[in-house]
Each structure stands twice: as structure tokens, then as C-alpha cells.
């Protein structure tokens, strides 16, 4: 009984990470297909031009996104900033004081 069970939650999972893939499609300002994006279920993106061809990948891990162009080379990285209620109320808290002190 172990095989089956063990085989169909492989299954679910691999359909749940299927499912999970998302597409996006791009237009230019007159409706024409300019390109789409494909992420899968890990958090990694591919780029397609509208002639169908790879541009560029990423693949994200934490709050940093890897950028690599059509060749595959790395292109740079992006860091996601994060700001919590709580450093957003301390700048708004300091823009004050300092219009205050204006």
C-alpha cells in the first residue's frame, strides 16, 4: 500500500507546482503582442519576445531576483526592499519632525 500512496502524493504534487505556473501576455499601446512572461511554480520567470524567442530569465530566492539575459550570462540582481508598518510609521514620524523644525 506504501508504493500507491507514495505515488499519488507525488502526483499531487507535482500537479499542485504545475497548476501553480503562471503566464503573463504584454501588448504595446496598439493592442499588438509585445511579449510573455512564464513563472513557475519555484519562483523562476521566463521572457519571451512576441517572435516566440527566450529574452531573458530570473529566478528569485528571498528578496533577491536574479536577472540573466538570452544567453544565459547573469545581467544583474534586484533586491526587494521591505517596509513594515513599523518603518513606515518612523518615516513618517521623522518627515514630520523635520517639517516641524522647518
Known amino acids: 500500500m506504501k ?5 499519488i502524493a507525488l502526483l499531487l504534487v507535482l500537479q499542485s507546482n504545475a497548476a501553480s ?3 503573463k501576455q504584454f501588448y504595446d499601446s496598439a ?4 511579449g ?8 523562476s520567470t521566463t521572457y519571451y519576445g ?4 527566450v529574452t531573458a530569465r530570473s529566478s ?4 533577491t531576483t536574479t536577472v540573466y539575459g538570452a544567453d544565459g550570462r547573469r ?8 517596509c513594515t508598518d513599523k518603518n513606515l510609521n518612523a518615516g513618517v514620524a ?6 516641524d523644525g522647518a
Do not use: E, L, Y
Open 3 to 7: 508504493g500507491p500512496v507514495a505515488f
Open 21 to 23: 505556473a503562471q503566464q
Open 31 to 34: 493592442g499588438h503582442n509585445a
Open 36 to 43: 510573455r512572461a512564464v513563472t513557475d511554480g519555484q519562483g
Open 50 to 53: 512576441p517572435d516566440g524567442r
Open 60 to 63: 528569485t530566492s528571498g528578496d
Open 75 to 82: 545581467t544583474g540582481t534586484i533586491t526587494a526592499v521591505v
Open 94 to 99: 521623522a518627515m514630520k519632525s523635520a517639517q
